[in-house]
């Protein structure tokens, strides 16, 4: 059995969980998912503006903080954080704890070979709408195809302590150490299905520990001290899901099953770079406190296609706010919001979309939300999104005035003007396998 | 008799895109054959009007008790596009919970 441990669900996760993880009890893996879809035209931006910067830079100062304990405990670590450019992050490791040995899996990084992909033939159409990326080439921010869990198994075996990938799927660094210590084949499916299916019940953190839970969350003990979640892994696929004894939150099986759930697709077609996992061949049991045992996982072959992360600069938006009290709140925003648009109207200004809720009555759940026809107070919160940076600028203006010349009871605008970002979208295409290779290089102590 | 979807099912949401995925789980194996019959693609996309745009699609998983419902085109373009608070359907699993079902007193 090996423990394989997950401290970080996204970029901005709690920074004392996977500190907490390798003090507070056994583990041998410990697993970092920093990359969400668009994190790496961030990094991307940043890699422009300084070639030493492109990765996660809350993974170097970690590893300095918990190098020693790493190599007394012998937890090795398998993290994506080094975004476009893992290299650089890899010598930043090196830099703040030279005792450990540092393997790189490299290759998921295409947007350097984008032109030549196209002009193969390869139209990288985008899933959602059908469309070609020549259609909006020139504002590609970054591209990188997704990497499964056997180049990083690949990585593990030099020995390194600290193996860093670019765009890994999440669900590769749980599956990856399996594969590694178990000696898994690309061809036995229900396993690597399995070791997916672990993968994504811990890729987001304590979100299957307690945390974000439905199922009575009132009664989940210590929230502060939440303890994030840990797979006890078999050779033969099965495992259980937990987490160190002692810390808060709580593994049941309704916390288990959200988890099953979130942000899944078609549950008998998970598709991976690895496999492709059946989610109705989950079996649970409850294994004692904090304990789920999950067996019975099938799968199937991998298929022929490689999915990919690309970003592109798409526009600007801003969103600005202001609160109305009681009496008449809702009236009042909705009078607020009529004045705004009749004054962007006046001035000829185009907008994409002009978005408006109203928070405190209806902007979560719709129609759904429960009747309250007097809130004590709402937000009024008015978005826009366009090509024209001007007009989203303009927009940021329009808002303040409304708290002497709009309808009484104004206030919340402390502040100031609504900052205009700008938006990246996020392409999401298809490459045949066989054009990505992975290779690995190593940095030693 | 009518009683909230909340008595009888947890529920957790995210998103893939312009499109949020609801999963509803029974707290009891028995009432997921209530979840199958009542909560269908169509009373889904009726309780939350406006808010889904496109269709809505369901999976059954059996083995948790539980579905999944894909609701397309309900988060405003989705993403770093979306201008919507919710912009990756958090909420709406606690949204959907709150459609009232009907069930009868025996198989409750």
């Given amino acids: 059995m090996i423990r394989i441990a997950n401290g970080q669900g996204f970029w901005g996760d709690w920074l004392e969980a996977p500190v907490r993880l390798v003090e507070q009890g056994p583990i041998d893996y410990l697993i970092l998912d920093y990359l969400a879809e668009i994190t790496m035209s961030i990094l991307q931006k940043q890699k422009e503006a300084d070639v030493a910067l492109g990765y996660a830079r809350d993974f170097p100062p970690l590893m300095g903080r918990i190098a020693s304990k790493l190599r007394q405990r012998n937890v090795k670590v398998i993290a994506n954080a080094g975004g476009v450019n893992p290299i650089a992050c890899a010598l930043e490791v090196r830099r703040v704890a030279p005792q450990l040995k540092v393997a790189v899996v490299l290759g998921d990084d295409i947007f350097p070979r984008l032109d030549e992909l196209m002009a193969a033939g390869h139209a990288m159409a985008n899933m959602e709408t059908g469309a070609p990326l020549s259609t909006i080439r020139s504002r590609v921010l970054s591209a990188n195809a997704y990497i499964g869990a056997f180049p990083l198994a690949e990585a593990l075996a030099t020995g390194a302590d600290v193996v860093i990938a670019g765009r890994s799927t999440d669900t590769a660094l749980a599956l990856a150490p399996m594969v590694h210590r178990f000696g898994w084949k690309p061809d036995e499916f229900d396993k690597l299905a399995a070791g997916t299916i672990a993968g994504h019940i811990v890729e987001c953190g304590a979100q299957c520990t307690g945390g974000n839970c439905q199922a009575d969350w009132k009664s989940i003990p210590d929230m502060a001290n939440i303890g994030y979640p840990i797979i006890e892994a078999e050779p033969d696929g099965s495992f259980v899901i937990t987490k160190h004894h002692g810390t808060g939150g709580r593994v049941s099986l309704d916390s288990v099953k959200e988890q099953l759930l979130y942000e899944l697709g078609d549950p008998l077609n998970y598709i991976t770079p690895d496999c492709t996992a059946d989610f109705t061949s989950i079996r649970l049991k409850d294994d004692g406190a904090d304990r789920v045992r999950v067996s019975g996982i099938r799968g199937g072959p991998r298929t022929p296609m490689l999915k990919l992360s690309i970003s592109y600069a798409y526009g600007w938006k801003a969103i600005g706010t202001l609160v109305y009290s009681t009496p008449e709140a809702i009236e009042k925003a909705q009078a607020a919001d009529r004045i705004v648009r009749e004054r962007l109207g006046q001035l000829g200004l185009k907008f994409e979309e002009i978005y408006t809720e109203i928070l405190g009555w209806n902007a979560c759940h719709g129609k759904a939300a429960p009747a309250n026809a007097n809130p004590a107070e709402v937000q009024l919160r008015i978005g826009v999104r366009g090509e024209d940076r001007k007009a989203i600028d303009r927009f940021t203006r329009e808002l303040a005035p409304l708290v002497l010349n709009g309808p009484p009871t104004a206030t919340g605008f402390g502040d100031g003007r609504p900052p205009v970002r700008e938006v990246v979208a996020y392409w999401p295409a298809l490459i045949p396998r066989e054009l990505i290779s992975t290779s690995i290089e190593v940095f030693e102590p | ?108």
């Avoid at chain 2, 397309?72 to 919507?84: D, I, K, V």
């Fill in chain 2, 1 to 108: 008799m009518k009683i909230p979807l909340s008595r009888i099912a947890h529920a957790r949401s995210g998103d893939k895109g312009d499109t949020a995925n609801v999963g509803v789980i029974a707290y009891q194996e028995k009432h997921f054959p209530i979840l199958v019959r009542e909560v269908t693609p169509a009373r889904v996309k009726a309780h939350f009007g406006d808010l889904v745009k496109g269709h809505v699609e369901r999976f059954e998983l059996p083995n948790l008790g539980a579905l999944n419902f894909l609701l397309h085109e309900s988060l405003g373009g989705g993403g770093t596009l979306s201008l919507r608070v919710d912009a990756q359907g958090k909420t709406l699993g606690a949204g959907l919970l709150t459609l009232e079902i009907e069930a009868g007193e025996a198989e409750l």
